[in-house]
């Protein structure tokens, strides 16, 4: 069970990261900030604009 919710984070964690590179934004610190609080990070990015 441990193993799949790592799986599960760690998936979460990539797709923030590509969701934040569609918005203009650095992939990277998306996605290690989704490391740290998962869901949350999801959450911020659908509701922040896209930079131009």
Do not use: D, H, Y
Request: net charge positive.
């Amino acid at each position: 069970m441990e193993q799949q919710n790592l799986v599960g984070w760690g998936s979460l964690a990539l797709i923030n990261a590509a969701i934040a590179q569609g918005k203009n934004r650095t992939a990277i610190n998306w996605f290690l900030l989704s490391l740290l609080i998962g869901p949350i990070a999801t959450l911020l990015l659908l509701f922040m604009p896209k930079r131009e």
